[in-house]
């Protein structure tokens, strides 16, 4: 294959064109199958290697299915807004737009030359108006639906790329793009209610084929807790605030209950001896990161607002303290501290000499963290934790002060971004009408081309006043749009829904067909995606799915994560490394179907590994070796010499390897398992090279053999397995072949090889027929002239068989 370079992969992927081979028609025989890729992003102007082993090895396990008789549905696009773009044309002055649309051209170019069966038909490209037309449409249905709403939140703030953050895109306290350290601000924002479909989203976790990692992320990211809310009031005060607990057996042990610094409650019960302090701290607060106040390793810090709460269960006064490790996201921003079982509130109350009190027994050390028998806790005493929380939540539900509750740490997902590349949020402002949404007739709400890009925190489009100007929908009078742009997440969250019915201009989509195509049978990309773009996704569908546009519960039915490819340093690939690789002078020199085949074979899909040079130059020298085996055949088959028309020995071997491939590469195929299908692929190919030095031979058998061989080929080398079977003169396509079918009956072989050991040492090997009963193949190991001579003038104490694998003869 190295010799052709890409003239046979240009051959070929103009045949498929011409001849529309992978148009997709959903009225065609066989069951539906829609498999996806993640699209890429077009933020630079090539593919590396990482995404054709995204995009190469779902090709071929397409391809398989389609000869499966699957009707293939395999669409591509390009999620083309986002943040890579815009910060590019700060710095460059290429305008968003242009350097995107020029990546995208490129980047197709690439696509076709990896021949895969992309149905380009349907291709979608997020930053056209006719599709994010349709995601405005999309953030309209869920406002109307309830699940949409601006309120004045604290968010995370980059001050790099001078725009918010969802908590999901903060790692480690840092900006997920730029690793910039992220702060504070009370920003005027855009959320969707995720929250509301927070159990649901947890509970059909189960049914999903998914990777259980990625599932046990979401499961995390959801949190969800079964305990109780409690009610705390305020001391001389008519203020009452509650806590999520999830420990109501420890109540009794409650010394002092703790606010977040950004809890509003802080300064209406802050004392005037105590404002100077709690305001200090509330301005440090707001510089640390979520990650940073959670850290169980970070010493931590409080101040005392001056007031008191009353212990519901007791009557007790407990000091009410301000400190930055409670969240005000989390929970009702309020927690009650246990010290004596709690390792946070224990170091807490040792740091400002609060009591401590124990309520579970555990023994002598503090704090002790688990479940016991209460004690000091009035008529609770002597009670186990399970049944001790029943009751006390019981007596609090009694007076009005507690019920039981279930907790999610699942917040809601911010979508407001200030920039300029994504989607507009079609809401217009009007002083007399307030919010008011964006008629659809009137969508879409279009980017303007000339903007400023000055990186000053506030949306470019809040600049444009040809943009921000604007008519209200209602009343007519003069209102202003809204300035910010969705997340680009929110893009992704529904494109495999417009993939099959890309041009309809009327809808999103129409329910109906999308009822039928959807959901999508084979899901596959990176695992970074578990808590963002595969949660949103699942939110999406069902939120459409209530409003009655979809009759599905999931988006993604079954889930593959493939690994990630490495620079030759084994390092992540990027260009400030300088060790990425690019497929184009590998394809140039060696054709794609190499390249491809190279990474199926060295790399475990779903772990990834290493760039080597010398792995694709082997396989290189594979295909060549293919090439020369199946000509040698062929001619063979074309002028056959001392030919025989029966299936001995020699042909037994061969239909056994045969066979064997067939069913071994279909098991592994399935399950994405690619280097072991090479792997057999090789050794069919062994097989085949051994037959054919046979002085008889089979043609008519050969050549059943070859076929099969190309066939099992063909989705691991699509274009080099075209010209092999045009070559063996068919002239349809490979890929309307069935896939080969093993026969079962060929698996069992008339003889089997036994290893012969003496004392457990393995000496000799022998062949015998299959059926042999125990004690033939006792004689027949002891008659062996290999086994005479390691047992000759030795006394045979014993014999062992175990049958179909080994005899061990025992001498002394």
Request: aromatic fraction near 12%; include cysteine.
């Amino acid at each position: 294959m190295a010799k052709y370079g890409t003239s046979i992969d240009k051959k070929w992927q103009k045949i498929w064109q011409d001849s529309n081979l992978y148009k997709f028609d959903k009225n065609k025989d066989g069951k539906k199958l829609y498999v996806l890729e993640m699209f890429s992003y077009p933020s630079a102007s090539k593919l590396h290697a990482g995404h054709w082993f995204n995009y190469g090895p779902v090709d071929s396990w397409a391809r398989a299915k389609r000869m499966q008789g699957y009707n293939v549905f395999q669409p591509m696009g390009f999620d083309a807004f986002g943040l890579p773009a815009e910060n590019y044309a700060i710095k460059t002055g290429i305008h968003p737009k242009d350097s995107t649309i020029k990546n995208i051209a490129s980047m197709k170019d690439q696509l076709r030359a990896m021949g895969a069966m992309f149905n380009w038909e349907n291709e979608v490209i997020t930053c056209e108006p006719d599709y994010y037309k349709w995601t405005q449409w999309v953030f309209l249905k869920l406002y109307e639906k309830g699940l949409a709403y601006r309120k004045k939140a604290p968010v995370n703030w980059c001050p790099s790329c001078n725009t918010v953050l969802a908590n999901e895109q903060v790692i480690d306290g840092v900006c997920e793009r730029c690793n910039t350290e992220v702060i504070k601000k009370d920003l005027t924002q855009w959320f969707l209610k995720i929250t509301d479909y927070a159990e649901e989203l947890l509970e059909k976790l189960e049914d999903l084929d998914w990777p259980e990692k990625t599932k046990s992320m979401q499961r995390h990211w959801i949190g969800k807790s079964t305990g109780a809310e409690v009610t705390f009031k305020v001391d001389n005060s008519d203020v009452e605030f509650s806590v999520f607990t999830t420990r109501a057996d420890t109540l009794f042990g409650v010394t002092y209950v703790v606010l977040a610094p950004e809890n509003q409650l802080v300064d209406k019960l802050t004392t005037k001896d105590n404002l100077a302090l709690v305001k200090e701290y509330k301005d440090k607060a707001s510089k640390q990161s979520e990650i940073e106040r959670q850290s169980i390793t970070r010493e931590k810090t409080g101040v005392f607002t001056g007031s008191y709460a009353i212990n519901p269960v007791n009557g007790k006064k407990v000091p009410i303290w301000v400190a930055d490790y409670v969240l005000n996201t989390y929970g009702t921003g309020a927690v009650m501290a246990v010290p004596a079982h709690d390792e946070r509130d224990f170091a807490f109350a040792s740091k400002y000499n609060l009591p401590i009190i124990r309520v579970i027994d555990g023994g002598e050390s503090l704090p002790y963290t688990e479940s016991g028998k209460l004690l000091n806790s009035n008529e609770f005493d002597g009670m186990i934790s399970e049944d001790a929380r029943k009751a006390i939540i019981q007596k609090l539900e009694k007076y009005n002060l507690g019920c039981e509750k279930i907790n999610y740490r699942l917040r809601d997902w911010l979508i407001s971004r200030q920039r300029y590349w994504g989607s507009p949020i079609p809401i217009v402002y009007c002083d007399k009408c307030g919010i008011v949404p964006v008629p659809e007739s009137k969508l879409p709400v279009e980017l303007p081309y000339d903007v400023e890009f000055d990186p000053d925190g506030k949306s470019p489009l809040a600049k444009s006043e040809s943009f921000i100007n604007t008519t209200c929908p209602v009343c007519g009078d003069h209102a202003k749009r809204e300035a910010d742009t969705l997340d680009t997440f929110m893009c992704s969250s529904w494109y495999y829904l417009r993939y099959p019915d890309n041009n309809n201009s009327k809808k999103a989509f129409d329910t109906e067909l999308i009822n039928e195509m959807l959901p999508v049978d084979k899901y596959v990309g990176g695992p970074e995606h578990a808590c963002m773009h595969l949660l949103y996704a699942r939110f999406i569908t069902k939120a459409l799915r209530d409003m009655g546009y979809l009759n599905f519960d999931e988006p993604f039915t079954s889930l593959t994560h493939q690994g990630l490819i490495l620079g030759p340093d084994g390092q992540k690939m990027s260009k400030s490394k300088g060790n990425t690789i690019s497929p184009d002078e590998y394809i140039n020199e060696f054709g794609s179907d190499v390249f491809r085949m190279y990474l199926m074979f060295g790399f475990d899909y779903t772990e990834g590994g290493a760039w080597s040079d010398d792995g694709i130059k082997s396989i290189g020298r594979y295909i060549d070796r293919v090439e020369r085996i199946l000509a040698g055949c062929r001619e063979y088959i074309n002028n056959p010499n001392n030919d025989k028309k029966t299936l001995d020995k020699a042909e037994k071997e061969l239909n056994y390897v045969r066979h064997f491939s067939i069913k071994l590469i279909t098991d592994d195929i399935d399950k994405m398992q690619f280097n072991t299908c090479i792997a057999r692929l090789m050794e069919f190919t062994n097989a085949l090279s051994k037959y054919i030095t046979e002085e008889k031979k089979n043609a008519a058998f050969l050549n059943e053999c070859i076929l099969d061989f190309i066939r099992l080929l063909a989705s691991f080398a699509p274009h080099f397995s075209e010209e092999q079977w045009s070559l063996s003169g068919i002239k349809t396509s490979v890929f309307n072949e069935k896939w080969p079918i093993f026969d079962p009956k060929a698996l069992i072989k008339d003889e089997i090889e036994i290893a012969i050991q003496i004392n457990g040492k393995v000496k000799s090997r022998i062949n015998i027929a299959s059926g042999l009963s125990e004690e033939a193949i006792k004689e027949a190991a002891l008659h062996s002239e290999d086994v005479k001579k390691h047992t000759n003038g030795k006394n045979i104490i014993k014999v062992i068989v175990i049958k179909g694998r080994l005899v061990n003869i025992v001498v002394k």
